[in-house]
Structure formats: structure tokens, C-alpha cells
């Protein structure tokens, strides 16, 4: 646990020398906590938030370059300790879709949303909150991608999500 402390110090330390316009001092800060992180990953208990809040701190510097790598590197490292049973890894698959989406990388977040879109339903069930947000990401991207048809299902599996929830809060 002394690790993760050092790992996420190390972060706190980075901010706020970001936040001061320091960002060479910061840019040293979150690379040795992503090395510290990585060497960590080796060992039973890897420092999955650590990492995973890294590479949120670069996406919200708009450093998304960064960002795309460290969320990548995490994905293959979740993919190693979590199966599809795991509703992280989908909350990790979810993250970096997200950021491909932001990018308009929409081949690579397709197929993200898709797979934790499966997972969160075989987890959690259908007609979450989270599946909504998926549906309706996938129906723009097919839509982008000229897939109208398959657009049209996914959005109204969205919608029929939505008017449910609706339904269930006003009842």
C-alpha cells in the first residue's frame, strides 16, 4: 500500500505543479507515477486506479495524446486481471471509448462500447443508465459510418431505456 501512497503523491504533486503553470515539473511527477505504477503492476496487486486516474488527469489537461496511452496501457492491463464478468473492466473499456469518441477515432470506439455495452448487460442487466449512454454513442457512430438501419435499432433500444426510466420515476 506504501506504493500506491508514493504513486498517488506523486500525482497530487503533479497537479498542483500543473495548476501553478509548472508543467515540466508536472509532466516528471505523472511520469513517475506511471513508472511506479507499472513496476507495481507486476506484483499480485496491481494499482489499477492509480493508473486509471492518471490517464484521466491527462484527458481532463486536454493532453489527450497522453492520455490515449496510459488508458490503453491500462485496458491491456484489466484485460490481464479482469474477465468479462467484471463490471471495471467494462467501466475502463467505457473510458477510453470515450476518449476515441472525443478524438472522432469512432473504428476504435465502436467496437469499446460494444464489448462493455455486452459486459455491463451480462453484470449489471439490461437497460442501465450506462447502457443508454452506449446505445446512443453506437447509434451516432453507425450512423457516422452510414449504417442507418443498425443505427436506428440501437437508438431506439436507447429510447425505449430512457422512456423506461421515465416511467419508473414518475411512477
Not at 500500500?1 to 498517488?8: F, G, K, S
Amino acid at each position: 500500500m506504501i506504493a500506491t501512497a508514493v504513486c498517488n503523491t506523486y500525482i497530487e504533486l503533479g497537479v498542483t505543479a500543473y495548476r501553478q503553470g509548472y508543467t515540466d515539473v508536472a509532466d516528471t511527477m505523472l511520469e513517475a507515477a506511471l513508472e511506479e505504477a507499472q513496476r507495481l503492476s507486476n506484483r499480485q496487486s496491481p494499482p489499477c486506479a492509480v493508473i486509471n486516474r492518471l490517464a484521466h488527469l491527462h484527458y481532463q489537461q486536454k493532453n489527450f495524446d497522453k492520455a490515449e496511452q496510459v488508458y490503453e496501457q491500462v485496458l491491456l492491463l484489466y484485460e490481464r486481471i479482469f474477465t468479462d464478468e467484471d463490471a471495471i473492466l467494462s467501466a475502463m473499456m467505457l473510458n477510453l471509448a470515450e476518449l476515441y469518441f472525443s478524438r472522432r477515432k469512432y473504428e476504435l470506439a465502436a467496437p469499446l462500447y460494444e464489448r462493455a455495452l455486452h459486459i455491463d448487460q451480462k453484470v449489471i442487466g439490461p437497460d442501465s443508465k450506462t447502457d443508454e449512454r452506449c446505445l446512443l454513442k453506437l447509434a451516432w457512430i453507425y450512423c457516422h459510418s452510414e449504417r442507418f438501419e443498425d443505427a436506428h435499432k440501437i437508438y431506439n433500444r436507447a429510447k425505449a431505456i430512457r422512456e423506461a426510466a421515465q416511467v419508473r420515476k414518475a411512477g
